[in-house]
């Protein structure tokens, strides 16, 4: 009976999601789902819903409990989905926006890269250590899926300093070259197409798209990307698409995202650029309030529909428990250290590539040299990343300051003296949550 520990449980749609695809997925059989939440009331409302679900499926050999005793929840665990959210909205997610706006630095999403990102993976690493703690004692064996952000700077944490076997799952992969082809107009290569991503989180590239003959689509994409026609669909992809004709790649997460992991988009010296690159700033702490209004209007029907159904989703957890109880092999592209699989990235970095999944569980595929430039991009990235690790794991302030000094959108916005003071007063504003740093 494979068990499945669900942390962060109270992040009840996503949970929805991830263990309805699951409990859809008849391959994976006699099921047991143990949900851990620190709220008792999101941890009950996330049972009920699962517990719907089950019903509605069918299903008589899936088993449902839930504890907010998290080494309880993770005994003899064979797969650990975490989706926490250290610190939620408010107060951490304000902090991360407000403190560096008085320095004149703004962000849009600061949940990956960025003195935003930097500051949740030092308030989240901590949390993870603490489920490696445990899950080294209780189910050592576990296969751990990371869905929680900053995707590298955790699960490369996991991976570099724990026992535990980890991969990193993002959904900017899956619907990139669709994305791409349906938004200029050349919908009838989605089904027909061959394709090639390769990277880091939430900027990997779209190394190469094909139609099944082998034939480069790129120079007709890109033809297209430039013409008067798509303005539509520039409004909303201005900044990938800047870098995709400058570079020659696409990227997979979205413009608003891409706009602060660079330092050429959002600069307070040129205003015009945020206009002229549609960026929204502030966009993460609007989505966040706005997910609180929907959940407020949509809990009451949800709670009380003991007829709920599940429509499967692309997430990758559900294809990586059915191939490795199976043994069908499954490709997913996932975020696992480079053990060599691209050579001109640090060999400590965490990166994105293909992997097969089967009862051996995930073996990372060989992906070579990017090229130079992407290669180039991703690294001033991964420089911010390892150097916020290293500061996690020896609690040295020095560390967080040459992190947020090397970002590229922080660099060119602050000076160095600057960006230590704005150091400074997250490290104090964010308190107990996260560790004493020297």
């Given amino acids: 009976m494979p068990k499945i520990c669900f942390l962060g449980a109270g992040s009840t749609i996503f949970a929805k999601n991830v263990l309805g695809d699951c409990i859809y997925t008849e391959?994976?059989?006699?099921?047991?789902?143990?949900?851990?939440?620190?709220?008792?009331?999101?941890?009950?409302?996330?049972?009920?819903?699962?517990?719907?679900?089950?019903?509605?499926?069918?299903?008589?050999?899936?088993?449902?409990?839930?504890?907010l005793n998290r080494k309880e929840a993770l005994k003899d665990a064979k797969y650990v989905v975490n989706a926490v959210q250290v610190g939620g909205y408010d107060p951490c997610t304000i902090t991360d926006f407000e403190i560096p706006k008085k320095y004149g630095l703004r962000q849009t999403i600061a949940d990956t890269l960025g003195i935003g990102g930097i500051f949740r993976a030092l308030r989240t690493i901590p949390v993870m250590k603490a489920f490696a703690d445990d899950m080294e004692e209780v189910c050592p064996d576990a296969l751990l899926l990371n869905y929680t952000n900053p995707m590298a700077m955790l699960t490369g944490y996991m991976q570099s300093h724990t026992s535990i076997k980890t991969i990193g799952l993002c959904h900017s992969v899956q619907d990139c070259a669709a994305r791409l082809l349906k938004d200029v107009d050349m919908t009838e290569y989605i089904d027909r197409c061959k394709w090639e991503i390769?990277?880091?989180?939430?900027?990997?590239?779209?190394?190469?798209?094909?139609?099944?003959?082998?034939?480069?689509?790129?120079?007709?994409?890109?033809?297209?990307?430039?013409?008067s026609d798509m303005n539509e669909f520039k409004k909303t992809d201005l900044v990938r698409l800047d870098m995709m004709h400058k570079f020659g790649y696409y990227i997979t997460e979205s413009s608003e995202h891409l706009s602060e992991y660079t330092p050429w988009y959002i600069k307070?010296?040129?205003?015009?650029?945020?206009?002229?690159?549609?960026?929204?700033?502030?966009?993460?702490?609007?989505?966040?309030?706005?997910q609180i209004e929907q959940w407020a209007k949509a809990q009451e029907e949800l709670m009380n529909d003991p007829k709920l159904t599940h429509e499967k989703t692309y997430e990758f957890a559900s294809y990586i428990i059915k191939a490795m109880e199976t043994?069908?092999?499954?490709?997913?592209?996932?975020?696992?250290?480079?053990?060599?699989?691209?050579?001109?990235?640090?060999?400590?970095?965490?990166?994105?590539?293909?992997?097969?999944?089967?009862?051996?569980?995930?073996?990372?595929?060989?992906?070579?040299?990017?090229?130079?430039?992407?290669?180039?991009?991703?690294?001033?990235?991964?420089?911010?990343?390892?150097?916020?690790?290293?500061?996690?794991?020896?609690?040295?302030?020095?560390?967080?300051?040459m992190a947020a000094m090397l970002d590229p959108h922080t660099a060119a916005e602050l000076s160095m003296d600057d960006i230590i003071q704005m150091c400074d007063d997250l490290i104090e504003a964010?308190?107990?949550w996260i560790p004493k740093y020297q």
């Fill in 327 to 401: 043994d069908s092999p499954f490709r997913v592209h996932g975020n696992v250290l480079n053990t060599g699989l691209i050579t001109n990235l640090p060999q400590n970095a965490c990166v994105e590539v293909p992997c097969l999944i089967d009862r051996n569980g995930v073996n990372p595929c060989f992906v070579g040299e990017l090229p130079e430039q992407c290669a180039a991009i991703n690294r001033t990235n991964i420089n911010v990343q390892l150097l916020t690790i290293k500061a996690a794991a020896t609690l040295e302030k020095k560390y967080i300051y």
């Fill in 27 to 67: 391959e994976i059989k006699d099921l047991d789902i143990v949900l851990h939440d620190i709220d008792e009331k999101r941890l009950e409302e996330s049972r009920v819903l699962i517990s719907y679900i089950i019903k509605t499926s069918g299903r008589d050999d899936v088993k449902l409990s839930c504890s």
């Fill in 198 to 227: 390769a990277g880091i989180n939430h900027q990997a590239w779209l190394l190469k798209i094909t139609d099944l003959e082998g034939n480069d689509l790129y120079p007709e994409i890109k033809k297209r990307a430039l013409s």
């Fill in 430 to 432: 964010h308190g107990d």
């Fill in 268 to 290: 307070s010296n040129y205003p015009g650029l945020i206009e002229k690159f549609n960026i929204p700033l502030d966009e993460y702490p609007r989505r966040c309030v706005e």
